[in-house]
């Protein structure tokens, strides 16, 4: 695996987990 494979695989994770935590926050200040 070259840098640039393994430096977007660490992007998309990323962008996933925030994403993730946006919609969880986003939920429990709702209530």
Do not use: E, H, T
Request: glycine residues 4%; aromatic residues 10%.
């Amino acid at each position: 695996m070259s840098i640039l494979d393994i430096a977007q695989l660490v992007f998309i994770s990323v962008v996933v987990i925030v994403s993730f935590v946006g919609m969880v926050y986003v939920i429990k200040n709702n209530r």
